[in-house]
Structure formats: structure tokens, C-alpha cells
């Protein structure tokens, strides 16, 4: 699949090459040259203009009395005659055109060119009385349908003979590999294959639009109502992309230069793309060196071919450096004005490739979410958190707030697991039951070796710190788990009580006791009389 890819990469770079060398910018001068002569949809030669009518002019006088030829019933008849020492075409004894020094190609003279122009017209003109006929009609009719149907049956063809094309590759890979059983080649599918599978439909989609554009466009040549309207079209479409749309120095760049140019810059982005990733994955990787020291190697290679190709795909195109230079410009001040957070995040990017300050494999603490950096890019890295869900942070935001990076330099960091006991507890089999537990996980280190610390006296509990170090910094959450687990049996063993919060409750009268007789004798209760007064404290 990868070599698939690179292949059509490689292909799609190679087309946009040589249509930007095929169809150079138009320049603003070839626009109103030469106008085409048109026999019934099929262009015969073009006219320049003459002393007193434009080309486009003179090309309609022609067409009109072409096409009056056409629908004569008699065969059309083209003749050479020499009128005022010039070469002049007659089509059924009716003036047509003169051949001018102007209308010459290949430094043939005025007579030799209307020679040939005239064995162009007498052919096309007997073609198009032909294409009028009946029976003509009539046969071109059943050939249309034949290959609506043939193009039917292709159409919905592709996906069964491109499954069946795969899955043979497929199995023709593993049978090479000795790996042919059943279970080693599963069905083609999205679930199975679904960076393929995409791969396959987007041709499958290519291919349909590929047959149906040139059935149809066929299909319009075999008539000729039908070959006019296509060539109109076309010519309509053609006149719409290749206009000059805007003027940069002494070219002039139509729509169609523009799609070109992006093309090309697609191309480029898939082909650096792939060229990072084999750099990366093939080399970088041999080298043995740091993953965050890969990562920022990757990117600015990168970053580099893409400004280097971009350069060389603008030269092609045929932008100069000085066009460049106002581009770059009209840039600048854009992103001054309307792209500042891009530019900051972008600046903080390449500080924190080249400081490494944080790399990809980091485990670090940013805005209250924890994680691992996954990728570090241009504009922002991949923070994937405890919950395996990545966050997309800014580079400024790793400037500007507070980061903490338990792996940075060095990944080997202390963990402090607080535990408290009652009071009357043995401190010295606290001690001894904090230090088994963290010897006997296997992610505590024995070196520094762990420590307990007895921080005082609480409301409630003697609070003692266990302090265990770590070389696995994303795990620090599931060894404080394991360790009070642990901590929690090895004190039920040992008889020692993991105190609640008490709190001592003392009431007090707020009577004095010579208020209380007085109220006493008052109500006369002999209940409340028997009973004798009770200290205030």
C-alpha cells in the first residue's frame, strides 16, 4: 500500500511538472492573435487579421459561409484562384478568404498555404454533408447506444474487478511471504485495510469520471449538432481558464496557471511528507538517538524541502524572485495584522525544537491536564492524557504558563505517598510496613532507596510521608494506587488502626443557678422541684 501511494505521488508530482512546462502563463498579446474556422464542430485552421477586420471578424465571415456551404444540396467545390496576386479560396464559386503573408506557418509562402488550406476545407466540408445523411445518423445512433451500454457495464465493473485485483495482490504477497493461510488474508475491506480502502475508492471515483467524460465526449464527435455544442463548450471553457486573470511584472496568470500551481504545491506537500517519514522511520530510527531529537531532525527537514521546492515550483511556473519578494511582502504584513497567534504559536514551535525544553515522549503537566507529548509540531503539540484522549495545546501556551516535565533531563522523580495512623499506634511497625510496601513494587527504585518521613502530629493521626522513587513518571498514578493497596493490608495485618476525624463535643448551660431556683419555685412543677440543680460547668 505505502509503495502504491509514493507511486501515485510520484505520478501526480511528475503530471503537474509537465503541465507547468506544457502550458507556460499566457502572456496578454497571444489572447486576440488568430481565431479558429470551424466546419460543423471541428476546427480547420485559424485566421489572423487583416488590414481591415479583426481575426475574430474574419473568422465569423468564414464560418457563416461555411456553414451555408454545408446545408447546400449541392457537393461543396473548393478552388484556388489568384485574385489581385493573391492566392484566394472559393468555395461553390463564392468568395471564402485571401491567403495573407500573415496567415503563413512554417515559412511556407502565402500560395502554399492555401494549398493546403484548401485540401483541409474540401475534406471537411464533404464530412460534414456526409455526417447529415440518414443513414449516417443512424448508424452513429446504435454506436452511441453501444457504448452507453459498454460504459454502463464498466462503471459498475471497477469495484468487483478491483477487489478481485487486490485481494490477488494480497494473496500474492503473503504466498511470497510463506503466509498464504486463511487467517493471514482477510477480506478487503475498510475495516481491514482502511488507509487502502480510501486509496481504492478515490480511484474507483477517478476512473468512473475518466470513462464517462471521454464516452460522452466521443459519443458528441459522432454527430454533428452535437460536435458543435461539445466544441463551443470547450472552447468557451478553454477562453474562461486561460484569460489573463491578473498581472504580476510583464506575465500575465489565468485561472488554469493558478489550479496548476496548486496542484503542484499538493505534490509537493505529499512528497516531502514522504520523504520526512522514510528519513525518519528508516534512518533517523538506525541512529539510535533520542526520539525528541528525531522528531525535531524531521521537522526541519521538513520544513526546509518545502521552502527549498517551493522556490524551485514558483521559478517553473514562471514567477520571478522580484514577484516573490512582493508576495513575501504583502505576506508579512498579513500576518502582522491577521495572523499573530499563528506566527507566535509557529515562533514558540521552532524555540522549543531547538531548546527541547519539551519532546515528543515527555510526560508533563500543562494546564491542569497531564499527559505524554505525542508530537511536537509547528503550530501546537499532541498531549495525550491518562484517558488516552489527545489535546491539541498551543506552543506559546508551553512559553507561557507554568510546565512541569517529570521526564526532562532526567525521568527518574520522587513520589510522596502521605499515610496517617492513629494514635497509640507502634511508629516503628508503621515504619517497617511503609518501607515493605514500597519494596516490594517493582516500579519503586531500590536506589535512592525509599524513606518515610514522620511529618507530626494531626488532629486525628500521626502523619507519616512514604517517599519512593520512580523511572516511569506516567505511571506515578498507578503506583501511589498499588502502594495504598498494599499499605492498607500490611497495617490490617499488624494491628494498626487507620484513624476517621474525631471531634470532642462539650455543652454548657448558659443559666446562672440563682436564675434557675428562681424559675424553679416560679413553675412549682414537683418533678422539676425534685429534681436537684446541676452545676453550670
Not at 163 to 181: A, V
Not at 193 to 200: K, Y
Not at 480 to 489: A, G, P, T
Request: aromatic share 8%; net charge negative.
Amino acid at each position: 500500500m505505502k509503495r502504491l501511494q509514493k507511486f501515485a505521488f510520484l505520478l501526480l508530482i511528475l503530471l503537474g511538472l509537465g503541465m507547468s512546462l506544457t502550458l507556460s502563463p499566457l502572456s496578454a498579446q497571444e489572447t486576440d492573435s488568430a481565431a479558429p474556422v470551424v466546419v460543423s464542430g471541428r476546427e480547420i485552421f485559424k485566421v489572423t487579421p487583416s488590414d481591415r477586420l479583426t481575426a475574430d471578424e474574419r473568422a465569423e465571415w468564414i464560418n457563416l459561409q461555411l456553414e451555408k456551404a454545408v446545408k447546400a444540396e449541392q457537393n461543396a467545390n473548393v478552388t484556388l484562384e489568384e485574385r489581385n496576386n493573391s492566392p484566394t479560396l472559393v468555395v461553390n464559386g463564392r468568395y471564402l478568404l485571401t491567403v495573407t503573408e500573415e496567415d503563413t506557418e512554417n515559412d511556407r509562402t502565402p500560395r502554399e498555404q492555401a494549398d493546403i488550406w484548401e485540401n483541409r476545407l474540401e475534406t471537411a466540408l464533404q464530412q460534414a454533408q456526409k455526417d447529415r445523411e440518414p443513414t449516417y445518423i443512424r448508424n452513429r445512433m446504435i454506436l452511441a447506444a453501444i457504448l452507453l451500454g459498454l460504459a454502463i457495464v464498466v462503471h459498475w465493473g471497477m469495484i468487483p474487478l478491483g477487489h478481485y485485483f487486490i485481494e490477488w495482490s494480497l494473496q500474492r504477497r503473503d504466498s511470497w511471504r510463506d503466509n498464504s493461510s486463511e487467517d493471514n488474508n482477510p477480506e478487503f475491506s475498510q475495516q481491514n485495510f482502511p488507509n487502502l480502502f480510501l486509496l481504492f475508492r478515490l480511484f474507483i471515483f477517478l476512473g468512473r469520471i475518466a470513462l464517462w467524460v471521454t464516452v460522452l465526449l466521443y459519443i458528441a464527435s459522432l454527430f454533428s449538432i452535437s460536435r458543435q455544442w461539445s466544441y463551443w463548450l470547450l472552447e468557451s471553457l478553454q477562453t474562461t481558464f486561460t484569460a489573463p486573470l491578473i498581472n504580476l511584472g510583464n506575465d500575465s496568470y489565468s485561472i488554469l496557471d493558478f489550479l496548476i500551481l496548486l496542484g503542484l504545491f499538493w505534490g509537493l506537500l505529499l512528497a516531502t511528507s514522504s520523504v520526512t517519514q522514510v528519513i525518519k522511520n528508516r534512518i533517523l530510527r538506525l541512529t539510535r538517538i533520542e526520539r525528541g531529537i528525531q522528531e525535531a531532525i524531521s521537522i526541519v527537514i521538513k520544513y526546509s524541502l518545502m521552502t527549498l521546492g517551493a522556490i524551485i515550483l514558483l521559478q517553473i511556473w514562471g514567477l520571478n524572485l522580484s514577484s516573490i519578494a512582493i508576495l513575501g511582502s504583502a505576506l508579512g504584513v498579513g500576518i502582522g495584522f491577521g495572523f499573530q497567534d499563528i506566527a507566535k504559536n509557529f515562533a514558540s514551535g521552532l524555540v522549543l525544537l531547538f531548546e527541547r525544553s519539551v519532546q515528543v515522549g515527555d510526560f508533563i503537566e500543562v494546564n491542569d491536564r497531564i499527559g505524554t507529548v505525542e508530537r511536537v509540531g509547528a503550530r501546537s503539540i499532541v498531549l495525550r492524557t491518562l484517558d488516552q484522549i489527545s489535546v491539541i495545546v498551543p506552543n506559546s501556551r508551553l512559553l507561557e504558563d507554568e510546565v512541569i516535565n517529570w521526564s526532562h533531563d532526567n525521568p527518574i522523580s520522587r513520589l510522596h505517598i502521605p499515610v496517617g495512623v492513629a494514635y497509640g499506634s507502634n511508629i516503628q511497625i508503621v515504619r517497617n510496613v511503609l518501607l515493605q510496601a514500597a519494596k516490594e513494587h517493582s516500579l519503586v527504585l531500590d536506589y535512592p532507596n525509599p524513606t518515610v518521613h514522620f511529618k507530626g502530629f494531626g488532629d486525628s493521626s500521626l502523619d507519616f510521608d512514604l517517599l519512593v522513587w520512580s523511572h516511569e513518571p506516567s505511571e506515578q498514578i498507578n503506583i501511589s494506587s498499588d502502594l495504598y493497596f498494599r499499605i492498607e493490608e500490611l497495617l490490617r495485618q499488624s494491628d494498626v488502626e487507620i484513624p476517621f476525624p474525631q471531634r470532642d463535643l462539650h455543652l454548657r448551660s448558659g443559666l446562672s443557678p440563682q436564675l434557675e431556683a428562681v424559675l424553679l419555685r416560679v413553675f412549682g412543677n414537683s418533678d422539676v422541684g425534685d429534681t436537684p440543680p446541676h452545676d453550670a460547668n
